[in-house]
């Protein structure tokens, strides 16, 4: 088993529970109330502006230069690929660049995104990849849930584009390297920091289901 897998097996129940959130299910059926995707999908934009701050943060700290690339690579996955089906969303939704930008970032989104960054600035490269892979990964494994249950969900007129980018191959080749590294990063750890690799891995799985919470009461 490798050190992703034990992390994947470490959060089983939290994730079975992302499956059955009533904000997932209405993705998936096609019944969400588009007020509170709305409010998840202007979060979920201030989120993914500091989650890249996360992968610089990375970039910053390292010093071998392919795990220099990755990580910047994953900036420019997130700036000019994931956020792109955002600022499609936001334009069909009518929310312009000025008002996600001055929204104020709801008390979920904040908590989780200063932990990781908290986790950039002190701690090792392979606890940052920690950090990261929750978010990353577990969108592709709530969207190919998601179309396992609704094949027709690729292709509803609204959701299906958030499906869809969700399980592209594209996506799903990011997420690999990412795993790889993650891998890579952790080869040799100690049983020590493999637990802690471990409570990070939960802390962000927790947060994330935290914020499907967030979206769908439309905390602030």
């Known amino acids: 088993m490798t050190i992703t897998e034990k992390l994947l097996d470490s959060v089983k129940e939290i994730w079975a529970g992302y499956h059955t959130h009533p904000f997932v299910k209405g993705i998936g059926d096609g019944s969400l109330?588009?007020?509170?995707?709305r409010h998840y999908m202007i979060q979920d934009y201030l989120y993914l502006i500091d989650y890249t701050k996360v992968f610089a943060v990375g970039v910053a700290k390292e010093k071998d230069l392919s795990v220099m690339k990755l990580f910047a690579a994953s900036t420019h996955n997130i700036l000019d690929?994931?956020?792109d089906i955002h600022r499609t969303y936001m334009e069909r939704l009518g929310i312009s660049l000025e008002e996600a930008e001055t929204t104020p970032v709801s008390l979920d989104n904040r908590s989780y995104t200063s932990y990781m960054l908290r986790v950039a600035y002190e701690e090792g490269q392979a606890e940052v990849a920690a950090a990261i892979l929750s978010c990353a990964v577990s969108y592709e494994v709530i969207a190919k849930k998601?179309?396992?249950?609704h094949p027709e969900a690729l292709n509803h007129p609204f959701y299906g584009e958030?499906?869809?980018?969700?399980?592209?191959?594209?996506?799903?080749?990011?997420?690999?390297?990412?795993?790889d590294l993650m891998d890579r990063l952790s080869d040799g750890y100690s049983e020590k920091q493999l637990q802690h690799l471990e409570e990070i891995f939960t802390a962000c799985s927790r947060y994330e289901m935290a914020f499907w919470d967030m979206a769908w009461e439309m905390r602030r």
């Open 33 to 37: 109330d588009q007020k509170k995707f």
């Open 81 to 83: 690929g994931e956020m």
């Open 146 to 149: 998601i179309v396992e249950k």
């Open 162 to 179: 958030w499906v869809s980018g969700y399980v592209a191959d594209a996506y799903h080749e990011e997420n690999q390297v990412l795993i």
